[in-house]
């Protein structure tokens, strides 16, 4: 099975590719950093947002109840669904008791989480993604790559090929404002045909009972003002307590998402639109199962800003692709494991452990320290290759013994300088394929204490 | 005078002596009595840091053994002594001194301006200086202020290194990305860490710097690798190393 390393060394064998994708989420971390620094109060926001999910989710069944309470008083529909299987089939039920045949969808990750998508479209309903990025990795038949900038990983010229094929653009355009403005005309027509909207959620706020969804294109508001059926998908995570909780979260959202002060769409959905109807799914599909695990359950405070990728070293030169899950980068190298530890193992291994992550988080998730724990976690599960289980049994073996230590170390020092280059950069060194192994002195420094101290 | 342990890293005992005999004579010209234990080996990160617990544990127990009576514990590595600082307690929580090794094991650069308080340093190092802010030491020992933090600045390395004649230290476009060692992770992820180190290396030769210095050799024999086996002008240097030629008071 291929793990993380060889999916990132593919994609890292494009070194200019590579260094593109790398520049252009560093640029947006640059925006983030320049964002951050114009609020005095930021490290108090974050302490505060952070402080804010952590009580959430220390009652998270009483203010899931009490949003539900209050959503209903709205007129707004509540569904319960466990898993991925039973969200699918509430909204394929909503959808088919309206006879909808043709639905438009704004970015939600939960639903590519549940791969709602095809199981729609396995039903005769057409689902159209229309914030810009996701309607373009829709036309390729991609999942996204990020979850914030969903077709970072394409250029324009890529997307001038695509929307050539797709949508009779002239062939070899790449003007961004050109390929802009017909993805408008295309999108515009989708608008006006849907017969319901499909939204994801940001924030559920339990007081209110009402959800809001930030975007920059508008096209969530396009999707629920025009038809009358608006249909809202939320992980169970994403509830607030009250509604002055949101200035702390949508002060950070943005800033540290894409580096601009607020999304250019801040929407509150508070029921539904005269004549029309309102639902919100609410999915737990293993969420409540981090929330049992103290040491990884602060990932479900996770605001989905795609701050911890912009920022990862790793994520900027590997590519979204090579985490092989819908959320990618750190916080995606947590929460899939969770899913399957086996099918992820090499996930939380795809990380220096530099600790950006964490720094950049807005709502302070020991996202590298997380990481580090699942390292534990998949060795006691023993997913992790057995090579190296048993290698790193041998070091602590000869490490726990200063004779055997001191022994192995002069042996090393002695004969690495005599063997033939070819044998010392074989095949087995995976060090010496891009790097030389460091000059062997003579003597350690305990051999040389001696001399020094006398 | 406070009696200090002198926890020499493994990889450094063995590859890297000369980092060793730096940290041990800055310390003595200080007046420290200053102990080797020789019975040390390795605080157990590259088995920790690999999800192996039960092969870093008893390296955890045995470095309590070896270092818990000493007043301070000096290294010249970030890293290693976030391990001890940051990452002993589950398994060492409660035992007779831990609590006292925990707070009292210091990086080189922490310990000299924090604990010995050093506020003079005479000496030259007529160079362009590109610091490699290794991420354990910056973001788990708070040696500086990390780029993602939006609190006032500072710099425990720059302030030592600063005060020495002819020093230029530049400005880099990234002043704190990781170079991609991150241990097992540099063979692991091979075709990413190498990448890191590069772009970490161009980083550093755009802003002039003929000397990368930082304060964990883990992450400079990786970044020397790749120097080395490109031919390429830059060295690295552990800020002991320049340290040693100065006079701190």
């Not at chain 1, 006006?192 to 959800?211: K, Y």
């Not at chain 1, 695990?293 to 701050?307: D, H, K, M, V």
């Not at chain 2, 990448?195 to 030769?205: K, V």
Request: glycine share 8%; proline share 5%.
């Amino acid at each position: 099975m291929t793990g993380h390393a060889e999916k990132a060394a593919a994609f890292a064998a494009n070194e200019s590719r590579t260094h593109w994708h790398d520049e252009s989420l560093w640029f947006v971390r640059v925006k983030r950093d320049r964002q951050a620094a114009s609020i005095p109060e930021w490290e108090a926001l974050r302490e505060a947002a952070s402080a804010i999910k952590t009580h959430t989710l220390s009652r998270l069944a009483d203010y899931l109840e009490e949003f539900e309470r209050n959503a209903t008083a709205n007129g707004i529909h509540v569904h319960w669904a466990r898993d991925a299987a039973e969200h699918n089939a509430i909204v394929h039920q909503i959808l088919a008791s309206h006879n909808v045949t043709r639905l438009v969808k704004s970015k939600s990750m939960l639903t590519e989480e549940c791969h709602l998508n095809p199981y729609l479209e396995a039903r005769g309903i057409e689902v159209t993604d229309t914030d810009l990025g996701e309607r373009i990795v829709q036309l390729r038949k991609e999942p996204p790559s990020h979850i914030v900038l969903p077709a970072i990983h394409l250029k324009k010229e890529d997307i001038g090929e695509l929307f050539h094929i797709e949508l009779g653009t002239e062939k070899g355009a790449s003007d961004p404002k050109y390929l802009t403005e017909a993805a408008r005309g295309h999108l515009r027509s989708k608008f006006m045909e849907a017969q319901a909207g499909l939204t994801g959620v940001n924030f559920a706020v339990a007081e209110t009972g009402g959800v809001v969804v930030c975007t920059n294109e508008g096209n969530a508001d396009m999707g629920t003002s025009l038809p009358p059926l608006h249909i809202a998908c939320m992980g169970m995570e994403k509830l607030i307590p009250r509604a002055e909780d949101l200035a702390v979260f949508l002060r950070l959202l943005a800033r540290s998402g894409t580096g601009q002060p607020v999304t250019t769409y801040t929407s509150h959905f508070n029921g539904p639109l005269p004549g029309g109807e309102m639902h919100v799914v609410i999915v737990d599909n293993g969420r409540s199962r981090i929330l049992g695990q103290p040491t990884f359950r602060s990932s479900l405070g996770c605001i989905r800003c795609g701050a911890c990728m912009n920022t990862c070293p790793v994520y900027r030169r590997s590519g979204g692709y090579s985490y092989g899950y819908i959320v990618p980068g750190p916080i995606g190298s947590i929460l899939a494991p969770q899913r399957d530890p086996e099918k992820y193992a090499s996930l939380p291994f795809a990380s220096s452990l530099c600790g950006s992550c964490t720094d950049v988080c807005p709502v302070k998730i020991d996202l590298h320290q997380q990481l580090l724990a699942f390292r534990k976690k998949l060795v006691d599960l023993k997913v992790v290759p057995l090579q190296k289980r048993l290698g790193m049994a041998g070091l602590g073996f000869v490490l726990s013994r200063p004779w055997l230590y001191r022994m192995s170390g002069s042996l090393l020092r002695a004969v690495m300088p005599v063997l033939p280059r070819g044998l010392v950069y074989g095949a087995w060194n995976r060090w010496g394929v891009q790097r030389e192994l460091p000059a062997m002195p003579k003597e350690s420094f305990r051999d040389l204490i001696g001399k020094e101290l006398s | 005078m406070p009696s200090v342990g002198l926890f020499i890293p493994c990889y450094v005992d063995q590859l890297y002596p000369q980092v060793g005999l730096a940290t041990l004579r800055i310390l003595r010209r200080l007046g420290f009595n200053v102990e080797f234990p020789p019975e040390q080996t390795c605080c157990g990160q590259p088995m920790a840091n690999s999800g192996c617990d039960a092969a870093a544990r008893p390296l955890a127990e045995r470095f309590l053994a070896i270092f818990g009576k000493y007043d301070h514990v000096v290294a010249p590595s970030g890293s290693c002594v976030s391990m001890v600082r940051n990452h002993y307690d589950h398994w060492l929580h409660g035992k007779p001194r831990f609590e006292h090794l925990r707070d009292n094991t210091f990086e080189l650069c922490e310990y000299l301006t924090g604990v010995v308080k050093v506020t003079k340093i005479d000496g030259d190092f007529p160079f362009k200086v590109g610091l490699q802010m290794s991420c354990h030491g910056l973001r788990e020992l708070r040696l500086a202020r990390s780029s993602e933090q939006m609190t006032a600045p500072y710099n425990k390395v720059r302030q030592l290194l600063s005060q020495l004649r002819g020093i230029e230290i530049v400005d880099l476009l990234r002043p704190d990305e990781c170079c991609g060692f991150g241990g097992a992770f540099a063979v692991d992820e091979e075709a990413v860490s190498c990448l890191m180190g590069r772009d970490r290396i161009e980083d550093h030769a755009r802003a002039g710097a003929e000397v990368i210095v930082g304060y964990d050799m883990s992450c400079l024999m990786h970044l020397d690798g790749l120097i080395r086996r490109a031919e390429r002008a830059q060295r690295v240097m552990h800020v002991a190393e320049i340290l040693e030629k100065a006079q701190l008071a």
